[in-house]
């Protein structure tokens, strides 16, 4: 037990933690954009309001988004730990700084992640707190004919002080009734200075997944020639810039959609 505890209280195991925990996150990002992509369906929130509330109430889920924030908080401490070793290594810089190769990303990282951290704390404290503890947030009521499937949509007012969600069916209509985080999103993304300031923290996830999601495997020791061109494809292009651009894509459009109503 003694050599275990050892071997992650050293640069190395600290390193090893940041790697799986940063792996993990990048698994998350996946599933984030996933569920974000519903908010581009022309269904009045419909899609995007069901899938916040199964993700809110179905108990694997949650117990996963416990991980998750337990992750986001190891892996930000861990980052700061490493950090201040390396400076206090080193106090004094050097008169002349000697040419790297190493890239800006790289340098940067824990500017990159203080952006990430303060982004996380905003982000969730306007929906994810909002929507699990706020009652500010009004319900939506879609009815849905089962047989010509036309839905339409309504405001709801509970009858009872903890109601959630509820889905019942009259002379073949379906009626979901559902809390309407979609409404925060068109809210939230009205305004130009938060969009702005979700694009820029967006643009850092991407450099800090450019340099993060690489070092991950050199860190694990997963590195092989025949096996990194993939590594490389997968965090330049797939992490690096097609999953920003899809969190990114969605602020601005629904930042459009507030100025063309």
């Known amino acids: 037990m003694s050599e275990f505890k050892q071997t992650f209280n050293s640069s190395l195991g600290k390193k090893l933690i940041m790697a799986l925990t940063g792996l993990f996150l990048c698994t998350f990002l ?53 950090t201040l070793k390396n400076r206090s290594a080193r106090p004094v810089g050097y008169a002349v700084q000697p040419k790297s190769d190493a890239s800006w990303s790289s340098k940067n ?11 996380i ?88 997944l450019l340099h993060g999601f690489q070092s991950a495997f050199r860190t694990l020791g997963w590195v092989h020639r025949k096996y990194q061109p993939i590594v490389y494809f997968f965090g330049t292009w797939f992490f690096g810039v097609i999953i920003p651009i899809g969190f990114a894509l969605m602020p601005i459009y629904y930042f459009y959609l507030s100025l063309n109503k």
């Open 30 to 82: 996946i599933v984030h954009l996933g569920g974000n992509l519903l908010l581009f369906k022309h269904d009045q929130g419909f899609a995007f309001n069901s899938y916040a509330n199964f993700l809110t109430h179905f108990p694997p889920i949650e117990v996963i988004a416990y991980i998750l924030y337990i992750s986001i908080i190891v892996h930000a401490v861990y980052a700061l730990v490493l």
């Open 109 to 119: 990282m824990g500017l990159l992640g203080s952006i990430l951290l303060l982004f």
């Open 121 to 208: 704390v905003i982000h969730m404290s306007d929906f994810w707190f909002s929507y699990k503890y706020d009652n500010v947030l009004k319900f939506k009521e879609y009815r849905t004919d089962l047989a010509t499937n036309v839905t339409t949509v309504g405001e709801y007012v509970p009858q009872v002080a903890d109601f959630e969600r509820s889905i019942s069916t009259e002379n073949n209509v379906e009626i979901v009734r559902v809390k309407d985080i979609h409404a925060r999103v068109q809210e939230s993304f009205s305004k130009l200075w938060y969009v702005a300031f979700y694009v820029i923290a967006i643009a850092a996830v991407a450099f800090h």
